[in-house]
């Protein structure tokens, strides 16, 4: 693998879809990402476009959803959604499990595992994940 490489072109836009698809599979499926699985919208076929839009710009391919939705910020899209740092590593889980299971290569991951959990990180917009609440006088945790 040369090191001059971008990921977009080590792993090419079908591996990126595959990817995609596959990410969203294993929050399906994995016990682990409940939590942000019941986040998403019970279909996951229009997401599944998006992240593959996403990351093609991201991993250093042809910008797609920035063109479409005219930014790559992330933030507004998560807003409503409470992301401490445990959704964050239930996604970070499900990433690193769909990079597994598309056969990805060690120095791929290397390569990816850091700015990955950076991106992650950016999406978090809390700082405590929101427990499961046990103590019946305490009615919201903000
Ligand atoms: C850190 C934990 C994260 C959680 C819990 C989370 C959760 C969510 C949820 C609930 C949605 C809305 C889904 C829906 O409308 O059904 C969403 C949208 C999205 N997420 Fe995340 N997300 C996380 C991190 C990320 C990261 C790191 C990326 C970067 C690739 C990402 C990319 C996207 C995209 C592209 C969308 C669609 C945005 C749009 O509507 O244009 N998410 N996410």
Same mark, same amino acid.
């Given at each position: 693998?040369?090191?001059?490489?971008? /990921?977009? #072109?080590?792993?090419?836009?079908?591996?990126?879809?595959?990817?995609?698809?596959?990410?969203?599979?294993?929050?399906?499926?994995?016990?682990?990402?409940?939590?942000?699985?019941?986040?998403?919208?019970?279909?996951?076929?229009?997401?599944?476009?998006?992240?593959?839009?996403? !990351?093609?710009?991201?991993?250093?391919? /042809?910008?797609?959803? #920035? #063109?479409?939705?005219?930014?790559?910020?992330?933030?507004?899209?998560?807003? /409503?959604?409470?992301?401490? /740092?445990?959704?964050?590593?239930?996604?970070?889980?499900?990433?690193?499990?769909? !990079?597994?299971?598309?056969?990805?290569?060690?120095?791929?991951?290397?390569?990816?595992?850091?700015?990955?959990?950076?991106?992650?990180?950016?999406?978090?917009?809390?700082?405590?994940?929101?427990?499961?609440?046990?103590?019946?006088?305490?009615?919201?945790?903000?």
């Amino acid at each position: 693998m040369s090191q001059d490489q971008t /990921p977009y #072109q080590i792993l090419g836009e079908e591996k990126i879809k595959e990817l995609a698809n596959i990410f969203y599979d294993v929050m399906d499926e994995l016990p682990d990402a409940k939590h942000i699985r019941d986040m998403h919208s019970k279909s996951l076929v229009d997401i599944k476009q998006k992240l593959a839009e996403y !990351l093609t710009g991201w991993l250093g391919g /042809p910008p797609v959803y #920035q #063109q479409k939705h005219g930014t790559v910020c992330l933030t507004k899209p998560h807003a /409503p959604f409470a992301i401490g /740092p445990e959704e964050r590593d239930q996604w970070l889980l499900c990433f690193n499990e769909a !990079l597994e299971r598309i056969g990805a290569s060690e120095e791929l991951k290397d390569m990816l595992r850091v700015p990955v959990f950076r991106l992650a990180d950016t999406v978090k917009n809390r700082d405590e994940s929101i427990k499961e609440n046990t103590d019946p006088n305490i009615i919201a945790i903000a």
